[in-house]
């Protein structure tokens, strides 16, 4: 079955920093690959995601990029502000299987 | 639409007692599932129901049931608690299993002593 492995586990940036948070993947047949937000007490919602048909995709100071021949994904946060600090899970699944998710990345962003 | 809803928000309990979760969506999802979540091991799916009359294994079945009572709700039950079983349950729903969005609960924060 997919085996989905996350890095760092925690993260610290000053903010306007970039922040960057990788997974990899063991499944080669995956083709979804979402990134959730959890911040502290909250339930994790889904922020960006991406389909092995695309490399790369954005959306404003979040970018997700795709490598399936390295099976690796990574999420990028650029100008990074207070408020984007969170826990960040990764996850990857065939489609027609139950999603698999990272340990998660605990991301902290200093004033 | 109020999403996806758990009952209760918190709940204690005494080792070998039993409770059940309560979870139920209002999005006319096919899919939902049921995660823990504990500190530094992210999110593993107990059980997942890909349809109405349907539930499967996830990665940690044991300790568990579940029952997917119609197409809104999906409840877990633990028939004998253990201390082991102390976590947050999330409940979620997607309109497909796999590749869609799942949509999650606000959560169960359970202790068992």
């Known amino acids: 079955g997919e085996n989905v492995e996350q890095h760092p586990s925690t993260l610290s940036v000053q903010e306007g920093d970039s922040a960057v948070i990788k997974c990899t993947y063991s499944?080669?047949?995956?083709?979804?690959f979402p990134w959730y937000k959890q911040e502290l007490g909250k339930r994790p919602q889904l922020i960006i995601d991406?389909?092995?048909?695309?490399g790369e995709k954005k959306d404003q100071r979040i970018a997700v990029t795709l490598n399936k021949t390295a099976k690796h994904f990574s999420l990028h946060i650029t100008e990074t502000q207070p408020e984007d600090s969170a826990v960040y899970f990764c996850?990857?699944?065939?489609?027609?299987?139950?999603?698999?998710f990272g340990t998660g990345t605990r991301l902290l962003v200093s004033p | 639409n109020a999403g996806v809803t758990q009952t209760p928000k918190f709940q204690v309990l005494k080792t070998g007692q039993s409770m059940t979760l309560q979870c139920a969506q209002d999005?006319?999802?096919?899919?939902m599932y049921w995660y823990r979540q504990d500190p530094g091991m992210g999110l593993r799916l107990i059980y997942y129901?890909?349809?109405?009359?349907?539930?499967d294994k996830g990665e940690v079945p044991n300790g568990y049931n579940v029952s997917r009572l119609n197409k809104r709700e999906f409840s877990l039950r633990l028939e004998s608690a253990a201390p082991s079983q102390t976590s947050v349950y999330f409940c979620?729903?997607?309109?497909?299993?796999?590749?869609?969005?799942?949509?999650f609960g606000p959560g169960t924060r359970l202790t068992v002593l």
């Open positions: 979620a729903s997607s309109l497909i299993t796999g590749g869609d969005t799942q949509y």
């Open positions: 499944d080669s047949a995956s083709n979804y």
């Open positions: 991406i389909r092995s048909n695309v």
């Open positions: 996850a990857a699944t065939t489609g027609f299987q139950k999603l698999v």
């Open positions: 999005m006319n999802h096919n899919s």
């Open positions: 129901s890909a349809s109405e009359g349907t539930t």
